[in-house]
C-alpha cells in the first residue's frame, strides 16, 4: 500500500541554521502531498502543500517540491527560528480501491524540530 | 470563520465503558475525517464522511464507528474501551471529499482510558 517514510528526530538547529526534513513516498497514481505542523498541545496544521509533479508549495518561508523522478517532498527552509519549533509530518492523500479520490491522508512518522536561541 | 471545534477536549474513561466524541467543522465544509494519535502508531486514519455518507474506513476495529448528521456535524463512538484506545483523537474537514482539498484539523480529544 501507500507510505510516507520521513527522517527521525529529534532535529536540533541553532536559530537561523538551515533546516532539511526528508521525505519519501511509495504511491500508485499520483497522489498530493502535504507538510503538516504540530505545536505542543494542538492540532494539525497545514504548512503547504503540493498537487502535482513539479509543483513547489510553499508557506511562511517553508518550501518543498513534489518531486515524482525521485518520491520524494523535503521540507527546507532558509532560516529557522525558535518559533518554528514543532513536530512536523509529512503526508500523502490516498486513493480508494477502485481508484478514486479519498481524503484519507497518510502521515510518515514525524520529526520534532528544535530550534534553540 | 470559526475553526473545526471538538467536544469534549479531554475525556478519562474506565475499560469496558464506551465514548462519544463530537466533531463540528468549518461552516460550509460537508467532508469530516477522524485520526487516532498514539505515540506508538502515530497518526492513524478511522473514517471520512461526505453529506452523511462513510466514503472511507481504516483498520480499526468493529468497536469503533462513527456518524455524520445533516449539518455535517459528526460523531464517534468507541465501545467496550480498551487501554490501548487511550489516544489523541483529531478530525478534520474540508469543503468537498478529493484528495486536493485543504482539510483542516481540530484541536482533538485526549481520551485516557484507566
Known amino acids: 500500500g501507500n507510505s510516507v517514510t520521513q527522517m527521525e528526530g529529534p532535529v536540533t538547529l541553532s536559530e537561523e541554521a538551515f533546516l532539511t526534513i526528508n521525505c519519501t513516498y511509495t504511491?500508485?497514481?499520483?497522489?498530493?502531498l502535504f507538510w503538516y505542523v504540530q505545536y505542543p498541545g494542538e492540532g494539525l496544521q497545514l504548512l503547504l502543500k503540493?498537487?502535482?509533479?513539479?509543483d513547489k508549495g510553499s508557506n511562511k518561508g517553508f518550501e518543498a517540491t513534489y518531486r515524482k523522478e525521485t518520491t520524494s517532498f523535503h521540507l527546507e527552509k532558509g532560516s529557522v527560528q525558535v518559533s518554528d519549533s514543532a513536530v512536523y509530518f509529512c503526508a500523502l492523500s490516498d486513493i480508494m480501491n477502485y481508484g478514486g479520490a479519498t481524503n484519507k491522508l497518510i502521515f510518515g512518522t514525524g520529526t520534532l524540530l528544535a530550534v534553540q536561541p | 470563520k470559526a475553526g473545526v471545534t471538538q467536544t469534549p477536549r479531554y475525556l478519562i474513561k474506565t475499560r469496558g465503558q464506551q465514548v462519544t466524541l463530537s466533531c463540528s467543522p468549518i461552516s460550509g465544509h460537508r467532508s469530516v475525517s477522524w485520526y487516532q494519535q498514539t505515540p506508538g502508531q502515530g497518526l492513524q486514519f478511522l473514517f471520512e464522511y461526505f453529506s452523511e455518507t462513510q466514503r472511507n474506513k481504516g483498520n480499526f476495529p468493529g468497536r469503533f464507528s462513527g456518524r455524520q448528521f445533516s449539518n455535517s456535524r459528526s460523531e464517534m463512538n468507541v465501545s467496550t474501551l480498551e487501554l490501548g484506545d487511550s489516544a489523541l483523537y483529531l478530525c478534520a474537514s474540508s469543503l468537498v471529499a478529493g484528495g486536493t482539498d485543504t482539510q483542516y484539523f481540530g484541536p482533538g480529544t485526549r481520551l485516557t482510558v484507566l
Open positions: 504511491a500508485t497514481g499520483y497522489p498530493s
Open positions: 503540493a498537487t502535482k509533479a513539479d
